[in-house]
T-cell receptor, first 111, second 118 residues
Framework: DAKTTQPTSMDCAEGRAANLPCNHSTISGNEYVYWYRQIHSQGPQYIIHGLKNNETNEMASLIITEDRKSSTLILPHATLRDTAVYYCIVRGLYNTDKLIFGTGTRLQVFP | EPEVTQTPSHQVTQMGQEVILRCVPISNHLYFYWYRQILGQKVEFLVSFYNNEISEKSEIFDDQFSVERPDGSNFTLKIRSTKLEDSAMYFC????????????????FGAGSRLTVL
C-alpha cells in the first residue's frame, strides 16, 4: 500500500473549516484514499473515501488532486467534538483487506 | 445506527493467563477484523477473517493468538498465554460486502477492550 504523509498536528477555531492535508505521491491507479478518525482512545471511525473524484457526505468533504498524489479532508464547520487524530489511508481494494494506520494528524479544535 | 459491540471494556489479567476478548459484529457483515493499539502507539492490524477462516494476519498474530466465530453472532480473539507486551487496546471491526461506492466496503470499529497484563 502507498505511504501517506500528514502533518503531526493542526489547530482550528470552532465554527471554522478544518482542512487536513495528506500526501500520497506513490498512490497507484487502483488505490483508494480513506479517512478515519480516532477520538481519544475510542475505536477508529470511518469518515469518507474516494478514488479520483471529490466526495462529500454528512461528515466531511474529500478533495483529491487531479494527479491523485495528494488530498484534503475538509470539515466545513469544526466543533469541539471534532478534536481527534485523523488518519489518511491509501488502500487497494483487491490486493489486501487490511488498513494500515500511520500516526495521523492530531486536530485540536479550540473555542 | 448499527454498531460493533465489544466485551469486556477492560480486563486485567496475570501474565501467563488465557484471555478471550469478545465482539458482536454488525449483523449482516461478513468480514471481521482485530486490531490493537498499544498506549501512545499506532493502530496495528492483527487479523482478518472471512467465511470461517483467517484471510490475512500480521506478524504480531503468532501462535499465541487465535480467532473464532463460535456462533452466528460472536467473533472472539483468544490470547493463550498473555505477556506484559500484550497490554493494549484491542479493537474489533467488521464490514459488509459491496462495491467501494456503495458505502458497504468500509470498516466499522467497536469501542475497544483494554487489556492490562500484570
Amino acid at each position: 500500500d502507498a505511504k501517506t504523509t500528514q502533518p503531526t498536528s493542526m489547530d482550528c477555531a470552532e465554527g471554522r473549516a478544518a482542512n487536513l492535508p495528506c500526501n500520497h505521491s506513490t498512490i497507484s491507479g487502483n488505490e483508494y484514499v480513506y479517512w478515519y478518525r480516532q477520538i481519544h482512545s475510542q475505536g477508529p471511525q470511518y469518515i469518507i473515501h474516494g478514488l479520483k473524484n471529490n466526495e462529500t457526505n454528512e461528515m466531511a468533504s474529500l478533495i483529491i488532486t487531479e494527479d491523485r498524489k495528494s488530498s484534503t479532508l475538509i470539515l466545513p464547520h469544526a466543533t469541539l467534538r471534532d478534536t481527534a487524530v485523523y488518519y489518511c489511508i491509501v488502500r487497494g481494494l483487491y490486493n489486501t483487506d487490511k488498513l494500515i494506520f500511520g500516526t495521523g494528524t492530531r486536530l485540536q479544535v479550540f473555542p | 445506527e448499527p454498531e460493533v459491540t465489544q466485551t469486556p471494556s477492560h480486563q486485567v489479567t496475570q501474565m501467563g493467563q488465557e484471555v478471550i476478548l469478545r465482539c458482536v459484529p454488525i449483523s449482516n457483515h461478513l468480514y471481521f477484523y482485530w486490531y490493537r493499539q498499544i498506549l501512545g502507539q499506532k493502530v496495528e492490524f492483527l487479523v482478518s477473517f472471512y467465511n470461517n477462516e483467517i484471510s490475512e494476519k500480521s506478524e504480531i498474530f503468532d501462535d499465541q493468538f487465535s480467532v473464532e466465530r463460535p456462533d452466528g453472532s460472536n467473533f472472539t480473539l483468544k490470547i493463550r498465554s498473555t505477556k506484559l507486551e500484550d497490554s493494549a487496546m484491542y479493537f474489533c471491526a467488521s464490514r459488509g460486502q459491496g462495491q467501494a461506492y456503495s458505502g458497504a466496503n468500509v470498516l466499522t470499529f467497536g469501542a475497544g477492550s483494554r487489556l492490562t497484563v500484570l
